[in-house]
């Protein structure tokens, strides 16, 4: 473990991200950012703050009308009949089922805009991940403009993560920042608005729940939902060992008996059985410090890694890390809206911030 110097104490205060007021519609915006996340899309509304934050989930009936979206088709997802079905429109951080992101969407901003003055967006900035190719770029562009918008614009997610951790990115200083997202972990060396070095892969918090799902069937012959395996990973999931750890108890259909049952799950089978993600986002930091210029790499080592997205929430992943390549690692204030809140400063000061807008 390191001890902190000066320097990093300084680095942690500009993670606090500017928390802005997320008040009533009272007045109308027509300028939105969006984070459409794998997991979760938040939307930020100009002069608001943010004003939306609900799970990617759409519930459609037979006839494809959706009927809910966010908590509330949460809730319906793995207990429906065969009149309704659950789908989540984006896989590794892109979107996979483009009519249906684009429904999902519309119903966001009608959920976040006065309904009549629903055609009136006027600027959508929306959040896409490094490693995204031009014609899922493209998707992501028809996709917002399908659900209302007049102008869209894209940042790319470590950029608003790091004008939402509070870094200057304008500066000639390199600043590394790491987001742990729901389908994809994205790295990515900044200075001067500009990514130096990125490294995005299609892994994160849904594949450690499927890791979960699998471990404890092939352990315990137990098959369990994805909703069981989220529960267990954030009540007793870990990167490392620690004190005064708790068990935790979830529920399945036993694969031998058919019949359902309660089993107790270690701290240490989730360690297992997540290890290989946790390994693989560990491995994609050390490939980008390898392939960091070494003045920005003198940077990093005195400002630290700046670590946001759900996956930051993992008991230890930071300490993991930071043993691992024997530099400080900070976590984010609120790491599930910095991306998000990050976007709508961009958005607020896009004037200042043309050059990072792809
Ligand atoms: N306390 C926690 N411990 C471990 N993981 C957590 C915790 N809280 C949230 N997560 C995980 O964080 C992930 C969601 O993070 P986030 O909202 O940043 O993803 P996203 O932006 O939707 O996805 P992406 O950026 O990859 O498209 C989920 O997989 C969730 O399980
Ligand atoms: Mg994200």
Known sequence: MHTETPVEEKTKKQVKTKRKKTGFF???NTDLAIDLGTTNTLIYALGQGVVLNEPTIVALDSKGNTIAFGHEAQL???????KI???RPLKGGVIADFEIAEKMMREMIRKVMDRKWFSSIKRLFITVPNGITAVERMAVRDSAENAGAKEVFLVEETVAAAVGLGLDVKEPVGNMVVDIGGGTTEIAIISLSGIVYSQSIRIGGEQMNEEIVSYVRRKYNL???ERAAEKIKHEIGSAVPAEN???TLTKGRNLVSGVPKTLTITPRDVREAISETVNACLDAVTKSLENTPPELGADILDRG?????GGA???GID??????IDLPVHIADNPLTTVVEGAGEILDKHEEYQSVLI
């Not at 997802?77 to 065969?82: A, C, I, N």
């Not at 890694?305 to 997205?309: D, P, V």
């Open 26 to 28: 009272g007045s109308l």
């Open 76 to 82: 319906m997802h793995e207990k429906t009949h065969k």
């Open 85 to 87: 079905r659950t789908v």
């Open 223 to 225: 098959l369990i939902s």
């Open 245 to 247: 750890e708790k068990e």
């Open 305 to 309: 890694i700046m670590l946001t997205g």
């Open 313 to 315: 929430l993992l008991k």
């Open 319 to 324: 300490r993991l890390i930071s043993e691992a």
